[in-house]
């Protein structure tokens, strides 16, 4: 199992244009989150779901958009980059009550 | 909103126990404790959650107090592999379902 992937690994983006972090995972867990995490501080939830067609925000959801179409796949949408979004960006899953997988996250910096 | 408190920094010798103490004293009666910890810059890794009974497994020991009002992770015997931060999962924002409440964490340095 690959477990959790992100891709990319990095990137760079200017103000105001938009991209979508992927994020994928093989254990057919049924939830998904994205967390945001800035130096020095710890996690902050962004979005999750609990399962395909359906996510809910979390603790800083202005910004970003989230779908969950598939099982395997939760792509975080940036809808117009700000340089306050510039962070390390991590992808999880679980079965529930039981432990998150962690992918190795996407570094991204705004401009 | 209730939050854990952690302390900001501990150090370790290598082959020593390392206790690191978590107060999480507004958690409710069904909700798990759980402990993560980030290596350098890599994504979380579990290491083990309960409920009100101590637990157990490869990595760690988690201690509950009766009142469940605070808990200690335990690292037998710590290696410099495990310098880290650690973090005790605030449990009023809920642990279930894909959500996780993280607060600051305790870096802890274990050395030689």
């Known amino acids: 199992n690959a477990g959790v992937t992100q891709t990319p690994k990095f990137q760079v983006l200017k103000t105001g244009q938009s991209m979508t972090l992927q994020c994928a995972q093989d254990?057919?867990?049924?939830?998904m989150s994205w967390y945001r995490q800035d130096p020095g501080m710890g996690l902050r939830l962004i979005h999750y779901s609990v399962g395909a067609g359906i996510t809910d925000q979390g603790e800083v959801p202005n910004g970003y958009n989230v779908s969950r179409s598939t099982t395997e796949d939760f792509p975080l949408r940036l809808l117009s980059a700000a340089p306050s979004q510039t962070s390390v960006y991590f992808c999880?899953?679980?079965?529930?009550?039981?432990?998150?997988?962690f992918g190795p996250g996407t570094r991204l910096t705004v401009l | 909103d209730a939050k854990t408190t952690q302390p900001t920094s501990m150090d370790c010798a290598e082959g020593r126990a390392a206790n690191l103490p978590c107060n999480h004293s507004t958690i409710s009666g069904n909700e798990y404790v759980y402990w993560y910890r980030q290596i350098h810059s890599q994504g979380p890794q579990y290491i083990i959650h309960g409920l009100k009974n101590n637990e157990t497994n490869e990595m760690a020991s988690l201690i509950i107090t009766e009142d469940r009002k605070s808990s200690t992770l335990i690292l037998p015997h710590a290696t410099l592999r495990d310098t880290a931060v650690y973090y005790c999962i605030d449990p009023s924002g809920g642990t279930s379902y894909g959500k996780l409440t993280f607060g600051q964490g305790t870096i802890l340095t274990v050395h030689p």
């Open positions: 999880a899953s679980s079965r529930g009550i039981d432990e998150q997988f």
């Open positions: 254990m057919n867990h049924e939830y």
